[in-house]
């Protein structure tokens, strides 16, 4: 059985990544993994909120179904079954690292994960909450040293879901990207 892993990334718009047809977008990374991997040509968000999409995706229920309807008032159910659990069931070492704070632990994000990397840095920018997000590169070099871990484990299969916070409001890029 395959590896697998899952990144998902907060409000980055299909039609802006090489992958999906945009020829002029500056993503590497992203079209290397889609040519290597699973694409999905059409994925559709069933709610526009990081906390309910992202319990769809990890469920494979619409909000009705998994009963999380919105970012920071709700936890996802002990009843629901998530992909981690069945991964974990079968075998798979399962980690996650995320990135933006509606995916916190105490929303119920991290059942069935071995390891939920979600620690991220306390911020004093009025126009967020307070801890807000963790920018790419540490949240890359946190997957990859649970990669890492993973790999030496009593199974050499793994599940890990990564998330990235980066392009969502209010957008900081990078200083080489600022410039752009």
Same mark, same amino acid.
């Given at each position: 059985?395959?590896?697998?892993?899952?990144?998902?990334?907060?409000?980055?718009?299909?039609?802006?990544?090489?992958?999906? !047809?945009?020829?002029? #977008? /500056? +993503?590497?990374?992203?079209? &290397?993994?889609?040519? $290597?991997?699973?694409?999905?040509? =059409?994925?559709?968000?069933?709610?526009?909120?990081?906390?309910?999409?992202?319990?769809?995706?990890?469920?494979?229920?619409?909000?009705?179904?998994?009963?999380?309807?919105?970012?920071? !008032?709700?936890?996802? #159910? /002990? +009843?629901?079954?998530?992909? &981690?659990?069945?991964? $974990?069931?079968?075998?798979?070492? =399962?980690?996650?690292?995320?990135?933006?704070?509606?995916?916190?632990?105490?929303?119920?994000?991290?059942?069935?994960?071995?390891?939920?990397?979600?620690?991220?840095?306390?911020?004093?920018?009025?126009?967020?909450? /307070?801890?807000?997000?963790?920018? &790419?590169?540490?949240?890359?070099?946190?997957?990859?040293?649970?990669?890492?871990?993973?790999?030496?484990?009593?199974?050499?299969?793994?599940?890990?879901?990564?998330?990235?916070?980066?392009?969502?409001?209010?957008?900081?890029?990078?200083?080489?990207?600022?410039?752009?």
């Amino acid at each position: 059985p395959p590896n697998v892993l899952l990144v998902t990334i907060d409000t980055l718009r299909a039609d802006r990544v090489g992958s999906y !047809g945009y020829r002029p #977008a /500056p +993503t590497p990374t992203l079209d &290397a993994l889609a040519a $290597r991997g699973v694409r999905f040509k =059409t994925a559709i968000a069933h709610a526009p909120l990081t906390g309910p999409s992202h319990a769809s995706i990890l469920t494979g229920l619409t909000p009705l179904g998994h009963g999380f309807r919105n970012n920071g !008032g709700f936890v996802l #159910a /002990p +009843t629901i079954k998530t992909a &981690a659990e069945d991964f $974990r069931k079968a075998g798979y070492r =399962t980690g996650a690292v995320v990135s933006g704070f509606p995916l916190d632990r105490r929303f119920g994000f991290d059942r069935g994960f071995e390891e939920y990397e979600d620690h991220l840095p306390r911020g004093n920018d009025p126009r967020r909450t /307070p801890y807000v997000e963790r920018p &790419a590169d540490a949240s890359t070099d946190a997957a990859l040293k649970w990669l890492s871990t993973a790999a030496g484990g009593q199974s050499p299969r793994w599940f890990l879901w990564l998330h990235y916070y980066d392009p969502h409001a209010p957008y900081e890029p990078p200083g080489d990207l600022a410039e752009r």
